[in-house]
Structure formats: structure tokens, C-alpha cells
């Protein structure tokens, strides 16, 4: 089993539509969470930090399921330039090793 | 200016060949690092410098050699290397190695191509 999964899609979504995709780790261990987002020959950059308790940021929320060992990002009211691949990164802290997911594509349509 | 610079955006090589990737950031961070990203693959780690000592060299092979001179700049030297060596190459920096929060900074990245 891989330390971090994620669906790799595409996700097809019209403008103005909510989406949500999860993200499984297996380390039950895992201390600190994120979600990074990675424009088409881009780097990535960090989109959001994932608390315990949840955040939300704008559109943007995550949330972290430790009984379950997911993290889940949703979109509301999609926008095209939410196009891009959405990485999930899982700190472990025991060898301060961040663990990097391969990715969601999301695809959103006009 | 960028916070993380990286030079070249683009890498042709040939396999006999010797290129250097330089890497710099502008925002007094502690901790640089090298990951080599291939199609549909995650992140890889290769090397991590911590106030300019290598703290982490994730079974890299030796045609990869990094350099840490102070630390604002990272370079990667390569040389004789293979076509599975073709790939997206980032460098990052954050504030501290292993901080419980740690949050990484990109460059835009160098795509190499060896042929």
C-alpha cells in the first residue's frame, strides 16, 4: 500500500459546480497535513495547511478524518483557473520526511 | 523578485555531458532541497540541506551531485546521465528542516531532457 494515495482523475467539473476529492494515509503516526496545487508545468505551491478541526479558506475547504486516515479538499462555485493538479503532502514527523501524494487532476469546463 | 529562483527552465542534455542546475532563495530560509518529479509520479526527495549541511541523500545515485555553498544557493552538478534521468527538477526551501509545520517553497523548476 502506498504512505499516500490519491485518485489521480481527471476530474471533470463544470464552472460553478462543488467538487471534493480525498486523499488516504497510512501512517497513523502522521502529524501535519496539506494540500499543494500544481499548474500544468508549474511548480507546485501550497494551497492550504489541513488543521484538525478543519479550515476553510474562500471556496476552499479541508478537512481531516484521523479515524478514517483521509484529508479531503472540496471547491465551491468552481472556477476555470481551478484547473490543475492538487497534490496531498503528509508530514510523519518520526523521520521529518514530507510523504507527497501523485495527485488530482481536476479539469474544470466551461 | 521570486522567492525561490531556479536556472535553467529548460535542460537538454546528452549523456556524456556535465550541466549544474542553480538554485536560489530570497527568503532567509534554513533548509533548501532537491526533488526530482517524474509523469504521474510523486514528488521524490534527493537531497536536503539544513543551514548548509546535508542532513538527507535519499539513495541518490553518485551522476547527481549537490552543492550547498551558503544558505541562499543550492546547485545540482550532473553528469553521464541516462534517459530515465529525464524529468522535472525542483528545488524548495522552508524556514526549518523537520519543523512540525513545515511549509515548502518551489522554484518554477528545470525540465531535462537527456538523450
Known amino acids: 500500500r502506498k504512505e499516500v494515495e490519491q485518485d489521480p482523475g481527471p476530474f471533470n467539473v463544470p464552472e460553478g459546480a462543488t467538487v471534493a476529492f480525498n486523499c488516504t494515509y497510512s501512517n497513523s503516526a502522521s502529524q501535519s497535513f496539506f494540500w499543494y496545487r500544481q499548474d500544468c508545468r508549474k511548480e507546485p505551491k501550497l494551497l492550504m495547511s489541513?488543521?484538525?478541526?478543519?479550515n476553510e479558506d474562500g471556496r476552499f475547504t479541508a478537512q481531516l478524518n484521523r479515524a478514517s486516515q483521509y484529508i479531503s479538499l472540496l471547491i465551491r462555485d468552481s472556477k476555470l483557473s481551478d484547473s490543475a493538479t492538487y497534490l496531498c503532502v503528509v508530514n510523519t514527523l518520526s523521520n521529518y520526511q514530507l510523504i507527497w501524494g501523485a495527485g488530482t487532476k481536476l479539469i474544470i469546463k466551461p | 523578485e521570486t522567492g525561490v529562483t531556479q536556472t535553467p527552465r529548460h535542460l537538454v542534455m546528452g549523456m556524456t555531458n556535465k550541466k549544474s542546475l542553480k538554485c536560489e532563495q530570497h527568503l532567509g530560509h534554513n533548509a533548501m532541497y532537491w526533488y526530482k518529479q517524474s509523469a504521474k509520479k510523486p514528488l521524490e526527495l534527493m537531497f536536503v540541506?539544513?543551514?548548509?549541511?546535508?542532513?538527507e541523500n535519499n539513495s541518490v545515485p553518485s551522476r547527481f551531485s549537490p552543492e550547498c555553498p551558503n544558505s541562499s544557493h543550492l546547485f545540482l552538478h550532473l553528469h553521464t546521465l541516462q534517459p530515465e534521468d529525464s524529468a522535472l527538477y525542483l528545488c524548495?526551501?522552508?524556514?526549518?528542516?523537520?519543523?512540525?509545520?513545515?511549509?515548502?517553497?518551489f522554484g518554477s523548476g528545470t525540465q531535462l531532457s537527456v538523450l
Open positions: 489541513v488543521y484538525s478541526s478543519g
Open positions: 540541506y539544513s543551514l548548509e549541511e546535508r542532513v
Open positions: 524548495a526551501s522552508s524556514q526549518d528542516r523537520g519543523a512540525t509545520n513545515e511549509k515548502l517553497f
